[in-house]
């Protein structure tokens, strides 16, 4: 990690979180499978940044 603190920090905003998703399930059944995997690649992300080991590379790739 970028600094060596005895305490864990996050932060993002919950529409951060959510637009993905959101906008590939378009409120629509059928893409329900699509957000799902907005969400899950949003979530993976936000849990590497947090251990300082996000890269744009792997945001790319998904």
């Known amino acids: ?9 996050t932060f993002s905003y919950g529409r951060a979180l959510q637009a993905a998703c ?15 995997k907005a969400f899950t690649h949003r979530a993976r992300m936000n849990s590497l940044a947090s251990l300082g080991k996000w890269s744009v590379d792997q945001e790319k790739s998904a």
């Open 1 to 9: 990690a970028m600094y060596d603190l005895p305490w864990k920090l």
């Open 22 to 36: 959101l906008s590939a399930w378009s409120g629509k059944k059928e893409n329900v499978p699509a957000g799902q």
